[in-house]
């Protein structure tokens, strides 16, 4: 009733508790044949409410819904939206990791070129606090390193002098 009904998660719970209570085969073969369309129902269904919280801009709970749905459907867009959210969010070596596990996931070229410029920016980025940490710390090499990395992912001018200034702190210069 529930499946019928639209109550999606409700009947997959019921679905599954059934199922756990071993009962008999038929009734198990009906769990079993309903339980897989389900998930990916409801995984269909939290995706678009975590769509709908990024653009409410709700990024913890939009990340939140689109792990949920990965959980239950493991497709690649669940990843993207979670990698969207943590960009948005400013976690910043979260959505490098997310961002990498949906190109991985994927073969085609879709969102290919915006995912790729995202990792790129969010490299740089990570690289820059990289080096200003490496600084703060008084680990010149290092922080020369990451500077190094950073104007490799963008080449602007700032990244020169401070690969410059991080050598000439570290008695390279």
């Known amino acids: 009733t529930c499946r019928e009904g639209g109550a999606t998660r409700e009947s997959l719970q019921l679905y599954e508790l059934v199922l756990s209570t071993e009962p008999e085969e038929n009734i198990a ?3 079993r044949r309903h339980i897989p369309q389900l998930k990916v129902s409801l995984a269909a269904q939290l995706d678009k409410q975590a769509t709908e ?12 819904l689109a792990e949920e749905a990965f959980k239950l459907d493991a497709k690649p867009l669940y990843v993207y939206h979670q990698a969207e959210a943590q960009r948005l969010g400013g976690q910043n070596r979260e959505a490098i990791l997310s961002y990498e596990r949906y190109l991985n996931m994927t073969t085609g070229q879709e969102r290919q070129p915006e995912v790729l410029g995202n990792l790129s920016h969010l490299r740089e980025l990570d690289e820059e606090q990289r080096a200003e940490d490496h600084t703060r710390a008084g680990e010149h090499t290092q922080a020369m390193a990451s500077w190094q990395a950073a104007y490799r992912s963008d080449p602007r001018p700032i990244y020169t002098f401070r690969i410059a200034e991080s050598a000439r702190q570290a008695g390279a210069l």
């Open 53 to 64: 919280r990024l653009a409410a801009k709700d990024l913890q709970k939009a990340q939140q």
């Open 29 to 31: 073969a009906e769990c």
